[in-house]
């Protein structure tokens, strides 16, 4: 089975959306098999914490990993484009809480990586996550749900009261080839900025939210239209939940192959289905042993 890691290192240096606080970021190769994590080398003993599902804190308005102090925030737009860029290794170091947002899309992370290249590494046989069911969580009218699929492809859905972004749907598949996976998540989903309501944005300063934001990085939308006009897609918001989706889902380590479907959803039923998607793999590893005494199976 082959991985790949970076062929260099990348640097960034920006603000977090929510803390403020300008941080630099250093992605440097990893050894086969080590995954993607992160090392806050601002603190001492510089700790490691692991992209996956198990390490997330925190979900509002971002995904958090860490556990007490010891924490990345804002991970999702990075894990997505190192994710569809196939990168699998990747050390990335930070010395800060947050992951700078950059312009409020994955699209300098991409053109990072398209620059540096990517080196293949070889490792051992490894079985990937099925989905041999369809798995479903759901708040209210909100949901997404993984699907058995052909093909990895995620699709989503959005409404909104206001005129400028209503109802919205958008499908994007995941290519078994590396090289159309990360081209078309270059250009179809990776520029697309992350987004806020205009009323809702005193409300989140008020508390302790949003710090970093500006014009600058994000779309801000009020009743009488976008704020910062022009977009970059007609749709320009739900493809940016599907980068979202993306990116917490990338916690997984790999994408199992299945049609991932939401509406209205966030970060916490992003992460609700990734640990129902390892519930179902662990469930299966039991099954394939032939031990169902184990207890919630």
């Keep these: 089975?082959?991985?790949?890691?970076?062929?260099?290192?990348?640097?960034?240096?920006?603000?977090?959306?929510?803390?403020?606080?300008?941080?630099?970021?250093?992605?440097?190769?990893?050894?086969?098999?080590?995954?993607?994590?992160?090392?806050r080398v601002d603190l001492p003993d510089l700790p490691i914490i692991p992209a996956q599902v198990a390490a997330v804190s925190h979900t509002v308005l971002s995904t958090q990993?860490?556990?007490?102090?010891?924490?990345?925030?804002?991970?999702?737009?990075?894990?997505a484009a190192l994710s569809s860029m196939g990168v699998d290794n990747a050390r990335i170091e930070i010395d800060g809480p947050e992951v700078p947002l950059l312009d409020g899309s994955a699209s300098v992370w991409t053109a990072n990586i398209a620059q540096v290249g990517l080196v293949s590494q070889l490792?051992?046989?490894?079985?990937?996550?099925?989905?041999?069911?369809?798995?479903?969580?759901?708040?209210?009218?909100?949901?997404?749900?993984?699907?058995?699929?052909?093909?990895?492809?995620?699709?989503?859905?959005?409404?909104?009261?206001?005129?400028?972004?209503?109802?919205?749907?958008?499908?994007?598949?995941?290519?078994?080839?590396?090289?159309?996976?990360?081209a078309?998540?270059?250009?179809?989903?990776?520029?697309?900025?992350?987004?806020?309501?205009?009323?809702?944005?005193?409300?989140?300063?008020?508390?302790?939210?949003?710090?970093?934001?500006?014009l600058d990085n994000a779309l801000v939308c009020g009743p009488e239209g976008w704020l910062n006009p022009p977009l970059r897609f007609a749709n320009e918001p739900v493809r940016h939940k599907i980068l979202d989706l993306v990116g917490d889902l990338s916690l997984l380590g790999t994408f199992p192959r299945a049609h991932f479907l939401a509406y209205k959803a966030s970060h916490n039923l992003h992460i609700q289905l990734a640990q129902r998607i390892l519930d179902l793999g662990l469930r299966l590893v039991y099954e394939t042993l032939g031990d169902r005494s184990v207890e919630g199976f």
């Design 184 to 214: 078309s998540f270059a250009t179809e989903i990776a520029p697309a900025r992350t987004f806020g309501l205009l009323h809702q944005i005193e409300h989140l300063q008020k508390t302790g939210l949003i710090k970093g934001g500006s």
């Design 123 to 182: 490792v051992n046989n490894q079985v990937p996550l099925a989905i041999t069911e369809p798995l479903w969580v759901y708040q209210g009218d909100a949901f997404v749900c993984a699907l058995p699929a052909p093909e990895t492809r995620f699709s989503y859905g959005i409404n909104f009261d206001l005129p400028a972004i209503g109802n919205q749907w958008y499908s994007w598949s995941l290519s078994d080839d590396l090289g159309k996976a990360s």
């Design 65 to 79: 990993l860490g556990k007490g102090e010891v924490y990345v925030r804002t991970v999702e737009h990075l894990l």
């Design 1 to 39: 089975m082959r991985q790949h890691t970076l062929a260099a290192q990348i640097t960034q240096i920006g603000v977090g959306l929510h803390s403020g606080v300008n941080t630099q970021v250093r992605i440097l190769p990893a050894e086969a098999g080590s995954g993607r994590y992160f090392v």
